[in-house]
């Protein structure tokens, strides 16, 4: 089958790979029809991580049921589903409490719970940029859609990067009537600013320097602040009447720049602490890491300066984290059924995934326009 491949920095290559094919009994395979290029592959297709060469990416996807292994009971070949990006077992004490993303049985990596598709140091598993997809465990990790084809650029947001903006409001302790402060204009970002529409915000500011983006955020009725143009923090005071907003969203994570483009790790995380009132919360969902192969001092990356004597001043609290998918998506594709959540409005290209090499290029590089690809790698 054909894949897409990571090669080395900056290097991805579409390539034929050996079939994906049924493991255990209680596998199903998948024939994807959408598979999304993620802001966090960009991690990887720039080097920042240890994704070892010839891995198969892509960990946001969906498809229709191939094949089921002989332990599968409920799900059913011919099935559409979407797949969380977390692989869970069900039944360890993590995932019993609805914490799929910390699955303790599913990762054999040292020191890391959790497991997912096409990443680093997230298990051994193959990721969905190709034509078919292994599904472990599939009963309890496949999320049943609607038969056809309506609705596939809404549906396709459900395998990460919508629970992952919802799940950053959540953990921010966002309540209806709200201002909340999102830092990142990137998809995850104007996820958790549609989110936090949905759930009942009066005001949400959207924090890039992306034309593209912020052009996004205000479609949807955020309010965008180009951080090029000035303090982010006084910016947001100057559109309240000087009042701190009550939550704000981390979707930036350790690659997060300023408007010269030197990387600062620490700078949304400062912001945020600033412009967030005492007593509020800061929900994090931007990615952090152990360990960044990109820096001269790997192990440094663990160690992010940020204020935290502000923070703990200030009363406020924070809770951080990957998304635990299965929590939110089944009312979340419901939303979408209905026609309340419409988180397509993001998307800016769809490619067969013969142009996915292309497409990653142009993404990284922040091309005008490329906000959302989406790959077809089936026709």
Not at 235 to 241: E, F
Not at 316 to 325: C, K, L, N
């Amino acid at each position: 089958m054909k894949a897409l491949v990571y090669k080395g920095t900056k290097q991805v290559a579409v390539e034929d790979v050996p079939d994906a094919k049924i493991q255990e009994p209680v596998d199903a395979l998948i024939k994807l029809t959408t598979t999304n290029i993620c802001g966090s592959d960009l991690h990887m297709y720039e080097g920042r991580t240890s994704v070892e060469q010839g891995k198969v990416l892509g960990h946001e996807n969906m498809g229709v049921v191939e094949e089921v292994g002989p332990g599968v009971q409920f799900v059913k070949v011919g099935d559409r589903v979407s797949v969380p990006f977390n692989i869970a077992c069900g039944s360890c004490r993590n995932c019993t409490q609805g914490w799929t993303s910390f699955c303790t049985r599913m990762n054999p990596t040292e020191g890391m719970d959790g497991a997912a598709y096409g990443y680093a140091n997230m298990g051994p598993y193959d990721g969905g940029q190709a034509q078919y997809l292994r599904i472990p465990h599939a009963d309890f990790n496949l999320l049943n859609l609607p038969e056809g084809h309506e609705l596939e650029n809404d549906f396709t947001m459900l395998s990460d990067i919508f629970p992952t903006g919802w799940h950053g409001v959540v953990l921010s302790g966002m309540q209806p009537g709200d201002r909340v402060a999102v830092f990142g204009g990137g998809p995850v970002g104007l996820m958790a600013a549609h989110s936090a529409m949905l759930m009942g915000a009066s005001q949400v500011f959207v924090v890039d320097k992306q034309a593209d983006r912020l052009k996004l955020a205000e479609s949807i009725g955020a309010t965008g602040i180009d951080f090029s143009a000035g303090d982010p923090v006084e910016q947001i005071l100057d559109n309240t009447g000087g009042v701190a907003v009550d939550r704000g969203v981390e979707a930036v994570g350790f690659q997060a720049h300023d408007s010269a483009g030197e990387e600062h790790p620490e700078l949304a995380l400062d912001n945020l602490v600033n412009v967030v009132r005492t007593t509020g919360g800061i929900g994090v969902v931007g990615v952090y890491v152990p360990s960044d192969p990109g820096l001269s001092d790997p192990s440094a990356a663990d160690r992010v300066g940020w204020q935290y004597g502000t923070f703990f001043t200030k009363g406020q609290q924070m809770g951080t984290g990957q998304a635990p998918v299965k929590r939110y998506n089944r009312q979340l594709r419901d939303l979408i059924i209905t026609g309340r959540a419409t988180p397509s409005f993001i998307v800016s290209h769809e490619v067969p995934l013969e142009q996915a090499p292309e497409a990653y290029d142009k993404f990284d590089q922040r091309v005008d326009g490329y906000t959302k690809v989406l790959l077809k790698p089936n026709g």
